[in-house]
């Protein structure tokens, strides 16, 4: 079956360590996204792919980053200078077919819940 | 600057009662519309899109949504609700020529027997 998986769904972070978030799509697409998600606000964009080894920084992308060496995987890292990491990353896919189209629907994660102690 | 409104953080319906979630839009063309319904804990599944022709556009389980170009929203309705329909529902917009979406924060919906 395609789609998406992230691991871990729990993960805990104590204060000062980096964690990496894990999302592998085998759905063929060439554009990952990473999300974080917090009560009340939706979906906030951290960094986008479009494409293998290019990455480019969304809107709270401090403290986060990314890597994109295969095509089927985009991983997350939380580094020690994310302030308050404590939330719910979603990971998501989409075909973009030309330049950038935006009316192919994202295929997401299950999610990973990330705790600082 | 593009945005998404979803004015209704919260609401609650009988089961069986119909259903209607508001999405308003700021964008400047046409716009690539989607909804999608999160479970607790779970990710986002899509349940219907627009970026052209007709302007009602049916989903899945029973779901329903109008584009109104001249109101600038995107409503998302259905004539019965199940209990299983209890989840919160995200309106997104996606921005032509960026590989961009912006997303609504969001209306949690409760069921009641």
């Known amino acids: 079956d395609g789609g998406i998986t992230q691991s871990p769904k729990y993960l805990f972070r104590k204060e000062g360590q980096n964690v990496t978030l894990s999302c592998e799509q085998n759905?063929?697409?060439?554009?990952m996204y990473w999300y974080r998600q917090d009560p009340g606000q939706g979906l906030r964009l951290i960094y986008y792919s479009q494409i293998v080894n290019d990455f480019q920084k969304g809107d709270i992308a401090e403290g986060y980053s990314v890597s994109r060496e295969k095509k089927e995987s985009f991983p997350l890292t939380v580094t020690s200078a994310q302030k308050n990491p404590t939330a719910f990353y979603l990971c998501?896919?989409?075909?973009?077919?030309?330049?950038?189209?935006?009316?192919?629907?994202?295929?997401f994660g299950p999610g990973t819940r990330l705790t600082v102690l | 600057a593009q945005s998404v409104t979803q004015p209704d953080i919260h609401i609650t319906v009988s089961e069986g009662a119909s259903l209607e979630l508001r999405c308003n839009y700021s964008y400047g063309a046409t716009p690539y519309l989607f909804w999608y319904v999160q479970s607790p804990g779970q990710g986002l599944q899509l349940l219907l899109k627009?970026?052209?022709?007709?302007?009602l556009v049916q989903g899945i389980k029973g779901f329903e949504a109008e584009f109104k170009r001249s109101q600038s929203s995107f409503n998302l309705r259905k004539p019965s609700v199940h209990w299983s329909d209890a989840a919160e529902y995200f309106c997104?917009?996606?921005?032509?020529?960026?590989?961009?979406?912006?997303f609504g924060t969001g209306t949690r919906l409760k069921v009641l027997a």
């Open positions: 759905l063929n697409h060439d554009a």
């Open positions: 998501a896919s989409s075909f973009p077919g030309d330049s950038g189209a935006t009316y192919n629907e994202q295929f």
């Open positions: 997104a917009v996606g921005v032509s020529g960026t590989y961009k979406y912006i």
């Open positions: 627009y970026f052209s022709g007709d302007t």
